[in-house]
């Protein structure tokens, strides 16, 4: 069989995820890896079992058996690595967020349009089947329609002021940190799942951490015991931030964002409540969908491929009672993603579940109108998006 190439870009944390959800497909084959440097990404290559490493991605973009590129470099080189992708005629998979504002995610939207190639940005929570589950019955009215979205999505791995990484550089990370960064997950998934768009935000932004101490080293986001002399950083964006919604059809929402909080590890929570009944998803219970009434009792649904609605059957792999993972719901966008790439990027090929760099752009621009809600002192703010 005549395998896909595929090529890596940013060989970091996620990096590993993405190699590994592409080798569980079987019919994709990681070629090569690019790193900062020639030597991290020989280093990075021996690790990960990648044949090829480059110093410079380029020299991977125009590697003839790399047709697929897949882009986990911080935030500020997203816009200069998938943009030489797409003109080089490649399909790219792009982490999130798509670009480090809504300008750069546009212009990529644009390119990404325009070159026909299959653009995926790894809005992964999208692939878990119980999420998909929830969509399905907000879509066919079992919810009674929309009138509340919310939620949360908390961390702690920032809580302590040793922690310092790209992410908290604004010329690295952007403007914002847990919004771009986790707010952005969340803010997507709330309009997935609900199926509305957020209209108007109101945001409040907190930096609860201004100074850090930096150790010299980008790769510390979730590495621990990096040694080192310390020196102080100011840091300008937040990592909390509270904000009211406002949805399309009327619907109201709220959710915060914290990377500061200490217990909550990866504690993202979606509520979406109707007038029959309504519907809660926790990440950290991912295998769970409760459903709430107020004239019965509440029940849940278990991830079990019986219970789930056909076309949410492709998304689950075991049988009830197996627990599912991130690391499997991550497979099942790359998995989409692979399905599209594989018919070339054409439009009809691609699932309703795969997010796009539309839904990128769509995200930046949410993230976008939070930092200016909260710079002009707590305003209402339309999210200014503008579709192709
Ligand atoms: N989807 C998710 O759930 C998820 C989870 C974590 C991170 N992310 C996203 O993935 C991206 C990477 O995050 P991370 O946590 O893996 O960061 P990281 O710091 O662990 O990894 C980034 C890697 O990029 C490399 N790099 C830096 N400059 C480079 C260059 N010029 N060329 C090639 N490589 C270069 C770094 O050396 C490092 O290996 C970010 O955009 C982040 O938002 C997404």
Not at 31 to 40: C, K, P, Y
Not at 119 to 133: A, D, E, I, K, W
Not at 248 to 269: I, W
Not at 315 to 344: C, K, M, T
Request: proline content about 4%.
């Amino acid at each position: 069989m005549k395998k896909i190439g595929m090529g890596l870009v940013g060989p970091g944390f996620v990096a590993a995820h993405h190699i590994d959800a592409v080798r569980r497909l079987g019919d994709v084959e990681v070629i090569a890896i690019a790193g900062s440097s020639q030597s991290s990404a020989a280093k990075k290559a021996r690790e990960l079992k990648v044949d090829r490493s480059y110093g410079d991605f380029k020299e991977l973009i125009a590697d003839p058996d790399v047709q697929v590129i897949h882009n986990t470099t911080p935030n500020h080189l997203h816009l200069p690595v998938t943009l030489a992708a797409l003109r080089a005629g490649k399909h790219v998979i792009s982490d999130k967020p798509l670009a480090l504002n809504s300008e750069e995610a546009r212009q990529l939207r644009d390119e990404a349009a325009a070159s026909g190639v299959a653009n995926v940005v790894t809005f992964n929570y999208r692939g878990n089947p119980l999420v998909q589950q929830a969509r399905g019955m907000i879509a066919a009215g079992e919810t009674e329609g929309v009138t509340f979205v919310h939620g949360h999505y908390l961390q702690d791995w920032m809580t302590d002021p040793s922690v310092y990484s790209w992410r908290s550089d604004q010329a690295k990370g952007g403007v914002s940190s847990a919004l771009g960064d986790i707010g952005s997950h969340w803010c997507d998934l709330a309009e997935h799942v609900s199926g509305l768009k957020i209209d108007s935000v109101l945001a409040d932004l907190t930096t609860v951490i201004p100074i850090r101490y930096s150790a010299g080293s980008s790769g510390e986001a979730f590495s621990a015991g990096v040694t080192g002399e310390r020196r102080p950083v100011a840091v300008q964006s937040e990592d909390l931030a509270s904000v009211l919604l406002r949805f399309e059809n009327g619907a109201k929402g709220t959710f915060s964002v914290g990377q500061v909080l200490p217990g909550h590890k990866n504690d993202l929570q979606l509520e979406v409540n109707g007038r029959a009944c309504s519907l809660k998803w926790k990440q950290e219970e991912q295998n769970d969908l409760w459903i709430g009434y107020h004239n019965r009792p509440n029940g849940v649904m278990a991830k079990d491929p019986s219970l789930v609605s056909r076309d949410v059957r492709p998304y689950v792999h075991l049988p009830g009672g197996h627990q599912e993972s991130w690391a499997d719901a991550f497979l099942n966008v790359i998995r989409d993603a692979y399905r599209w790439i594989g018919e070339g990027g054409a439009a009809e090929a691609k699932s309703a579940m795969l997010p796009t760099f539309e839904d990128g752009y769509r995200s930046s621009c949410v993230v976008d109108a939070m930092l200016n809600s909260h710079a002009a002192g707590g305003v209402w703010q339309k999210v200014n998006y503008s579709s192709t």
